[in-house]
Antibody
Framework: EVQLLESGGGLVQPGQSLRLSCVAS????????MNWVRQVPGKGLEWVSA?????????????FYADSVKGRFTVSRDNARNTLWLQMKSLRVEDTALYYC?????????????WGQGTLVTVSP | EIVLTQSPATLSLSPGESATLSCRAN??????LAWFQQKPGQAPRLLIY???NRATGIPDRFSGSGSGTDFTLTISSLEPEDFAVYYC?????????FGGGTKVEIK
């Protein structure tokens, strides 16, 4: 059974940093693209970032970002620990949202077939 | 980036009725469009991928159609558990993008 468990959310002030984690199980994590998607409570979904899966040990994984977070957020992964991270810096009030990690189905990049339950990030003065 | 526009924003229907939801892209996404269902307090659930393929475990009252820029999600006979918000999403180009959603509510 595929499971994705996010953690690391919390309340921070504007300008501060936070690191989110997503621990995966039930599939070959290293092969699959992993994504972060966020949702302001009561609003729609916004894709944030992705990191491409690779079966080649030691090769850097390609990453993608939404313009709204480019230069402030960094996505990374540890395939040995089945863990995905999102390092968020220079946080803004508008980054307040529930952050989901989602798997891109094997062989695709953006077919988001499994989602975690999310971790809430609140950025407030 | 590819912009997805969903219509209508809200659909008020009774159980047993049919629902037709639209998603329009501002450029071709070929068939690389998915539909998700989201209920309050829950993560989105994949319903349809690549325009017309039902995801695992999705009832056959859900069907998708379309290609290029115009796509439709049809729910043939609404069950009480189908009242939710539905989103479309494209994966043809980075960045991935979502439509604004259609809320299907009980009339």
């Amino acid at each position: 059974e595929v499971q994705l468990l996010e953690s690391g959310g919390g309340l921070v002030q504007p300008g501060q940093s936070l690191r989110l984690s997503c621990v995966a199980s039930g599939f070959t994590f290293s092969s699959d693209t992993m994504n972060w998607v966020r949702q302001v409570p009561g609003k729609g979904l916004e894709w944030v970032s992705a990191i491409i899966g690779s079966a080649i040990v030691g090769s850097p994984a390609e990453t993608f970002y939404a313009d709204s977070v480019k230069g402030r957020f960094t996505v990374s992964r540890d395939n040995a620990r089945n863990t995905l991270w999102l390092q968020m810096k220079s946080l803004r009030v508008e980054d307040t949202a529930l952050y989901y990690c989602a798997r891109g189905r094997t062989g695709t990049n953006g077919l988001l077939d499994y989602w975690g339950q999310g971790t809430l990030v609140t950025v407030s003065p | 980036e590819i912009v997805l526009t969903q219509s209508p924003a809200t659909l008020s229907l009774s159980p047993g009725e049919s629902a037709t939801l639209s998603c329009r892209a501002n450029q071709s996404v070929v068939i690389y469009l998915a539909w998700f269902q989201q209920k309050p307090g829950q993560a989105p659930r994949l319903l349809i991928y690549d325009a017309s393929n039902r995801a695992t475990g999705i009832p056959d009252r859900f069907s998708g159609s379309g290609s290029g820029t115009d796509f439709t999600l049809t729910i043939s006979s609404l069950e009480p558990e189908d009242f939710a918000v539905y989103y479309c999403q494209q994966r043809k180009h980075w960045p991935l993008t979502f439509g604004g959603g259609t809320k299907v509510e009980i009339k």
